[in-house]
């Protein structure tokens, strides 16, 4: 059973530039949910995504965005990029409650 | 607002010892996970905990859910370096929302 598969594993972006982030969630997994993770702040949750609908969603500015599609596979946008987005950025994909998360090996994101 | 707090942040230990990391909240939660995440690496669930008062075995982990379902315990048994890991825990609750916990890094010292 393959994993959550997140694409791609290190980026490398400039101030002001914007960037994608892909993930693939478990086969028959209609929850994706994405967390931004710096040293500083640990987990932050971004936003969730069930049958191409946003669930839930963090409390981040509005640069940050995105979509689910109908196969479940999902991404994430961030525009207008600073230097404080620098951090690993995972998703994760679960059946409903009471399971648990399976994550993906994450995107690390620098920003320069 | 941080709903779960872990606590000790910091843990290095020998080899061998054992310890106890703990997960606690003013809040009730429906249902409790523990996951370790190691450097570079996404978390990976450990266990999930859903009744009052239940203790679960892993090995030599030990996990107990709180009777009120708002706090939670991790045990490890003679800590092995393959222990080593950012330990996390994470609550959920109506509207499959994961809340998670400030993080308890572990090193154990060979």
């Known amino acids: 059973k393959a994993g959550v598969t997140q694409t791609p594993r290190y980026l490398i972006k400039t101030r002001g530039q914007q960037v994608t982030l892909s993930c693939s969630p478990i086969s028959g997994h209609r929850s994706v949910s994405w967390y931004q993770q710096t040293p500083g702040q640990g987990l932050q949750f971004l936003f969730e995504?069930?049958?191409?609908?946003?669930?839930n969603k963090g409390n981040f500015p509005g640069r940050f965005s995105g979509r689910q599609f109908s196969n479940s596979r999902s991404e994430m946008n961030v525009s207008t990029l600073e230097l404080g987005d620098s951090a690993l950025y995972l998703c994760?994909?679960?059946?409903?409650?009471?399971?648990?998360?399976?994550f993906g090996s994450g995107t690390r994101l620098t920003v320069v | 607002t941080q709903l779960l707090e872990q606590s000790p942040q910091f843990l290095s230990i020998q080899e061998g010892e054992n310890l106890t990391v703990y997960c606690n909240s003013s809040?009730?939660?429906?249902?409790l996970q523990w996951y370790r995440q190691e450097p570079g690496e996404g978390p990976v669930l450990l266990v999930t905990?859903?009744?009052?008062?239940e203790v679960k075995k892993l090995k030599r982990l030990t996990f107990q859910f709180g009777d009120a379902r708002k706090d939670s315990s991790l045990h490890i048994t003679a800590a092995q370096p393959g222990d080593t890991g950012l330990y996390l825990c994470a609550g959920t609750n109506t509207g499959n929302q994961f809340y998670f916990g400030t993080g308890t890094s572990l090193t154990v010292i060979p």
């Open positions: 994760a994909s679960s059946l409903e409650q009471p399971y648990g998360y399976t």
């Open positions: 995504y069930f049958s191409e609908t946003q669930r």
């Open positions: 905990v859903v009744t009052g008062g």
């Open positions: 809040s009730v939660f429906s249902s």
